[in-house]
């Protein structure tokens, strides 16, 4: 199959489907705003710090998912849509530090501050943000072609150690139930392990196109 | 055009609020103001006037009970429906909405209370041998959650100290352990050890005589929906919330401090006196501050949750950093 049919139907619905939770988001505040019913419940910032930081987290695990999903079904299209989703993982993180800093904390920098030296589960958070500003800020093929193929890829490998620091933040803040947060781990350890052995296979593998005949 | 968007946003408020509640809510906060301000003047005792006309059947059993007004936060009340469909009460789950949608299933009466340990009147005691309606009040406490967020209710129950009383501890008695109901049948959380059931919760014996110990049975001028921990729980205003257990089946006086959930959950996080404290912060977050549901705005965390001036003195010569 071509790379352009899936790819033209399913990368504007993934872009659609990806928009609708931030929609909902700033809909549901404007609701609030506007003293209309909403779903926000009873302690909107928990809701939309915790909506916000879940859509980055799914963002961020599909961008990681997206190599072995392209792997498995032996077609390259889905790769394309990494840089799309990736952005999304970015975008969410900053509506998610917008929802915390903004609306929850209203720009308390002080608290903020000392939340940042004192709270481990923070730290991780923004530090998942600061790992994804510089991928975000080197997504354009033009970045690709400044940066050389070889720096950019390893620049952005940078993305798993993001996935890493993102199900830490989650393991670290949850209270009590720690199952949502295990889930999320695992896929994340799950997706890394991917990665790992397929290298080692792939050596093996020209490793014995280079000794003898190949088995097929 | 815009009397259709005036439509679907009125059907939204009323799936939200059924609006005989919410009239029910109005009545009910006016006529809890004015049975506070009846109370102090004409000793208005149980079984004066109710203030609520449609008082369908157990909805308004506690109306007439006279408000103590010592007890009595300046704050305004949480709006009933909060103050009920925001809850934790993780043997229904650990969502705010869980206890809400499952605690229905729990049968609150007939109940009874195991009393055990140093005790001279030990046994079972059915719900109104231990709570007589005549000892019934009603508080308005604030109420500070661990995680950061507060309500004020208007409680309904007995000073803790009364029931103690006529219980007896004897001498060997320095502590009291609550336990909440552990039945799996009605309650969907316990199938996960998030903690390890059943909930035990405990004070030292001057902390339960403590005048602000209150066993609630109603919010609200109501009998305590099953989410709040009908159908007997504990309030200790100036602790953070989950020291005050819900849905009591056992109290037991004890010489040694009792084991408490939390505690041997987390014994970093949540200490046995786990007083409301702005100057100690949880080990991942700040306790300084505190979202009033309802309010938009952070407020200020007061130490003992604005019940020093009560409450400091059970802790004189205490080092509050390391007994958190
Ligand atoms: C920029 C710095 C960040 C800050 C200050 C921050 C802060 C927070 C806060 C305050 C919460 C809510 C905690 C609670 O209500 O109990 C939260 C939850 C969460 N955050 Fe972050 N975060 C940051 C970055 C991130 C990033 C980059 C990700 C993912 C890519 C992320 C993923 C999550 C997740 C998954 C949750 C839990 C959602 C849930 O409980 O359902 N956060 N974060």
């Given amino acids: ?216 | 055009m815009l009397i259709r968007r005036q439509e679907a946003w009125m059907e939204r408020e009323s799936d939200v609020t059924p609006e005989s509640l919410y009239r029910n809510r109005r009545e009910l906060i006016r006529g809890l103001g004015a049975a506070a301000l009846a109370a102090p003047l004409l000793g208005c005792g149980p079984g004066g006037e109710t203030t609520e006309k449609e008082a369908d059947a157990p909805a308004g059993r506690y109306a007439g009970v006279p408000a103590n007004s010592r007890y009595r936060a300046e704050d305004a009340p949480t709006d009933y429906e909060a103050a009920t469909a925001y809850n934790n009460f993780y043997e229904f789950g650990t969502g705010k909405s869980d206890p809400a949608r499952h605690a229905g299933a729990m049968v609150t009466d007939p109940w009874s209370v195991r009393v055990e340990g140093a005790v001279e009147r030990p046994g079972t005691y059915a719900f109104d041998d231990l709570v007589r309606r005549s000892d019934l009040e009603e508080r308005i406490y604030r109420h500070r959650c661990v995680e950061a967020w507060s309500m004020v209710i208007p409680w309904i129950g007995v000073p803790l100290a009364t029931v103690i009383a006529r219980l007896g501890p004897t001498a060997d008695a320095k502590f009291v352990q609550f336990e909440t109901l552990a039945d799996p049948a009605v309650m969907p959380g316990l199938s996960y050890p998030v903690l390890d059931w059943p909930y035990v919760e405990g004070l030292r014996l001057d902390e339960a005589m403590h005048p602000l110990s209150l066993l609630a049975v109603g919010l609200y001028g109501r009998v305590l929906p099953n989410q709040n921990g009908a159908p007997l729980r504990l309030v200790v205003p100036w602790k953070y919330g989950f020291k005050s257990i819900k849905s009591i089946v056992a109290i037991r006086f004890l010489e040694r401090q009792p084991a408490t959930s939390w505690n041997r959950a987390a014994p970093h996080e949540y200490g046995f006196y786990a007083n409301v404290n702005p100057e100690v912060p949880h080990p991942r977050w700040s306790q300084a501050s505190e979202r009033r549901i309802g309010e938009f705005r952070r407020r200020k965390t007061l130490p003992f949750n604005g019940y020093a001036d009560l409450v400091a003195p059970l802790y004189a010569g205490m080092d509050l950093r390391r007994n958190f």
């Fill in chain 1, 1 to 216: 199959m071509s790379n352009r049919a899936p790819l033209a139907i399913g990368k504007p619905l993934l872009f659609l489907a990806l928009a609708l939770p931030a929609l909902w988001l700033v809909w549901q505040w404007l609701a609030f705003a506007a003293g209309a019913p909403h779903h926000l419940g009873f302690n909107p910032q928990e809701t939309s710090n915790r909506f916000s930081g879940l859509w980055a987290l799914r963002c961020l695990l599909l961008t990681l998912a997206l190599r072995p999903f392209s792997q498995a079904i032996g077609r390259p299209w889905p790769l394309a849509l990494r840089r799309m989703t990736g952005l999304y993982a970015f975008a969410y993180a900053l509506m998610h530090l917008s929802s915390y800093l903004g609306l929850d904390l209203l720009f308390d920098w002080k608290t903020f501050t000392r939340d940042l030296l004192e709270r481990p589960y923070i730290g991780f958070g923004m530090a998942t943000l600061a790992l994804l500003l510089p991928l975000a800020l080197t997504s354009t093929r033009r970045a690709v072609r400044r940066l050389g193929a070889r720096r950019w890829l390893a620049l952005h490998r940078l993305v798993y150690i993001a996935g890493i620091l993102a199900v830490s933040h989650f393991l670290l803040l949850a209270k009590g139930d720690l199952r949502e947060a295990q889930i999320y781990a695992a896929l994340i350890a799950g997706l890394l392990l991917l990665r790992i052995p397929r290298r080692y296979f792939l050596r093996d593998i020209r490793g014995q196109r280079a000794q003898g005949p190949a088995n097929g």
